[in-house]
């Protein structure tokens, strides 16, 4: 039986936040004011996770951090995504929801690009308090490679499994998973995988962490390990993250079984 504490964890897509074909951070200001509001009449435990868009992206690429251990990239990337974070925490403020940056590089260690350990004493009070973390992908230090890039799509299910999250919306710029007609499938398992991952690729714009595919492999393992199924929506819709967080399972489900 998986035990759950009623969180709920959003992810905000970069494809939605951010341009995506830019390649030095430009954000839709507009876009993160919508979804703000469409947060902010939600009252449950929810912990925001935000993607890099084109604060993040194209920097880890620049300087190759997925090839190896680069310090001004480190520092350039990682600041890229900290302007984006105070964007969005800046954004969910002024709509009334009580968001506080909880930067991935200042409370997690890495072992060869994937997340070891992430200190959460802090987020567990946050949540208890009625407070919004709200994290996003980042640059982390890891113990093999120097640094790693730790994608808002890893943090998820980490902190789904560590804290027992109820609820998993990741909302991008596709109304869900496609197949190869551009159909969106309804429930991706592990049964259906192997057919349809051709038809999955990574993203449109510039994207270290493997774009669409690299999101449906993170919530396939996390179905496994604990049974939490997730949504994958298109949080371009006016309306989606309110109908998420109402309860709606919208897009495309993905489970284990
Ligand atoms: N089968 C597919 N179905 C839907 N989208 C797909 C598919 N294959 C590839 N994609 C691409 O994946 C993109 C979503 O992944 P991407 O990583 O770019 O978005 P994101 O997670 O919102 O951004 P970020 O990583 O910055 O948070 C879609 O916009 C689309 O271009
Ligand atoms: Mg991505």
Not at 62 to 75: C, K
Not at 100 to 121: E, F, Q, W
């Amino acid at each position: 039986m998986n035990s759950n504490n009623g969180i709920t964890i959003l992810k905000i897509g970069g494809s939605v936040i951010t341009d995506k074909r830019s390649e030095d951070g430009l954000a839709w200001e507009e876009e993160i004011v919508r979804i703000a509001r469409e947060i902010s009449g939600f009252e449950g435990k929810l912990i925001i996770v935000h993607g890099a868009g084109s604060y993040g992206h194209p920097q880890a690429k620049r300087y190759a951090l997925t090839e190896g251990f680069h310090a001004e990239g480190a520092v350039v990337t990682h600041n890229a995504v900290k302007a984006l974070n105070r964007i969005v925490v800046g954004i969910l403020n002024d709509e009334g929801v009580n968001a506080i940056s909880v930067h991935p590089m200042c409370c997690t260690v890495a072992k060869n690009g994937r997340i070891s350990d992430m200190y959460l004493g802090s987020i567990r009070l946050m949540l208890e308090k009625g407070l919004v973390p709200v994290l996003h992908g980042d640059v982390v230090m890891d113990e093999v490679k120097g640094v790693s890039i730790i994608s808002g799509d890893q943090v998820i299910p980490y902190l789904a499994t560590q804290l027992k999250a109820s609820r998993i919306g990741v909302g991008s710029a596709a109304d869900g998973v496609f197949d190869d007609k551009g159909v969106t499938i309804p429930v991706i398992t592990s049964m259906n995988f192997d057919e349809i991952k051709a038809y999955i690729g990574g993203s449109a714009g510039t994207d270290v962490t493997g774009g669409m595919l690299g999101k449906v492999l993170e919530m396939l393992e996390l179905g496994k390990t604990s049974s939490i199924t997730s949504y994958i929506f298109n949080a371009t819709v006016v309306g989606s993250v309110s109908s998420f967080l109402n309860g709606e399972n919208i897009g495309t489900a993905i489970k284990d079984s």
